[in-house]
């Protein structure tokens, strides 16, 4: 019986988990990328290596894009495209620090169709399909529906600055950090925490999976503009990420200074 999507993706997930805790707390090598993109290490380039053979070999007409594999325009002419981050949260990996994920999606036409976030680390299996909910370790996922007065949000220093926020006024929410993007928009899934924002350009391999499951959850899930999120672009990027439950995403939305400043 062939294989679905999702299944394959949280397959792949568990195999990349296999691959990344045998580098795990034993220093594995690492490199600095060009251009201050970050260190990459020597279980990025593993696991990379290891879901492209899985991946590729049973969905060959797929299209590629994975932060550790060089782009090529040729995704752009594919039906459907894996979207791929081997581990988000390098640092944290570095570190010994638990919060790090394998971020994995399917897109067509610019939209996640099924996802899986996987955290060897912690055993926690992120997954949704489009239309279909979202699950952590199969249990059903659900966002928050916390009041902007009682919320957390997940999002590094630097977003809540007064220049963000129209007249100077960051929300009177409590905030929280994790380093993988992935992991962040997952906790929002969960319910765990309440929303997750990020003003800076985001890298598609970091949020594609993500985003599908928080959406699934009932997390309204946009840009820092409040527009819908779209996949495979040329560039690979989206302006920012906002996502929590549809009151409290309409607040912070609503209080965003939408002059496009970046953190």
Known sequence: MPVTDLALLV?????AGDVAM???GKNPGITDKPDGA????EADLAV???LYGMLGDVRPSYGWLSEETEDSATRLATKRQFVIDPIDGTRAFIAGNRDWAHSLAVVEDGQVLAAAVYLPARDLMFAAILGGGATV???PARVSL???DDATVLAAKPNFEGRFWQGGATPPVNRAFRSSLAYRLCLVAQGRFDGMLTLRPSWEWDIAAGALIASEAGAVVTDQVGMPLRFNNPHPQVPGVLAA???LHAHLAQRLEQSHAKP
């Not at 397959?11 to 195999?15: L, M």
């Not at 970050?38 to 290490?41: D, F, L, Q, Y």
């Open 245 to 247: 439950g549809p009151d």
């Open 146 to 148: 916390a009041a902007l």
């Open 11 to 15: 397959a792949a997930a568990r195999g």
């Open 38 to 41: 970050g260190p990459v290490t």
């Open 22 to 24: 045998r580098y795990f």
């Open 48 to 50: 990379n290596d290891m």
């Open 137 to 139: 370790n199969d249990a």
